[in-house]
T-cell receptor, first 115, second 113 residues
């Protein structure tokens, strides 16, 4: 199957700082990527849809000024958590659909801890 | 957002036993996907189903796309300890939601050696 990478795999930052998470499709192009947040023992919660060359679409209740998304190329989307607070600590996962087969592949996730 | 009804929520079984889990929805889907997630990792695609009635296997895993297009099940035969993890179903209906997946709540599987 297709491969999606994420970087970093885990990050610890201080309150008030910003953190950037990268999501790359390694062997296919993705005009759309998705960003999820996952709390322990829960399902994935869609935060936003990242669209190459245009603005991201955010789900209801997700602050677009806090979670900045940039989809600069067909293989890279970035999520920046701005002015992070401890409540932003979570597991963030990206995914990208391989449109040729309608399958969606997930990155390995990024564990964010805000102290 | 919308979620699929996935059951059971958790299962505790002995190694060698068979496992079955299912997902149901009030909406129809054109694609059903089954994922497994290990702790601290992203979900890994196990099986993709594209046609109503389709039955697909991947090793000891078998999944079916329900005839009504509103349900799917996943079976694991002869479970082994490495089957432990959370299994998620996901439905896709591109005509209305693009590539956005609708997820089930997950089935936590524990396999006792």
């Amino acid at each position: 199957g297709a491969v999606v990478s994420q970087h970093p795999s885990r990050v610890i930052c201080k309150s008030g700082t910003s953190v950037k998470i990268e999501c790359r499709s390694l062997d296919f192009q993705a005009t759309t990527m998705f960003w999820y947040r996952q709390f322990p023992k829960q399902s994935l919660m869609l935060m936003a849809t990242s669209n190459e060359g245009s603005k991201a679409t955010y789900e209801q209740g997700v602050e677009k000024d806090k979670f900045l998304i940039n989809h600069a190329s067909l293989t890279l989307s970035t999520l920046t958590v701005t002015s992070a607070h401890p409540e932003d600590s979570s597991f963030y996962i990206c995914s990208a659909p391989d449109r040729s087969v309608y399958e969606q592949y997930f990155g390995p996730g990024t564990r964010l801890t805000v102290t | 957002g919308q979620q699929l009804n996935q059951s059971p929520q958790s299962m505790f079984i002995q190694e060698g036993e068979d496992v079955s889990m299912n997902c149901t929805s009030s909406s129809i889907f054109n694609t059903w996907l089954w994922y497994k997630q290990d702790p601290g990792e992203g979900p890994v695609l196990l099986i993709a189903l594209y046609k109503a009635g389709e039955l697909t296997s991947n090793g000891r895993l078998t999944a079916q796309f329900g005839i009504t297009r509103k349900d799917s099940f996943l079976n694991i035969s002869a479970s082994i300890p490495s089957d432990v993890g959370i299994y998620f179903c996901a439905g896709l209906y591109p005509e209305t939601s693009g590539s956005r997946l609708t997820f089930g709540e997950g089935t936590q599987l524990t396999v006792n050696p």
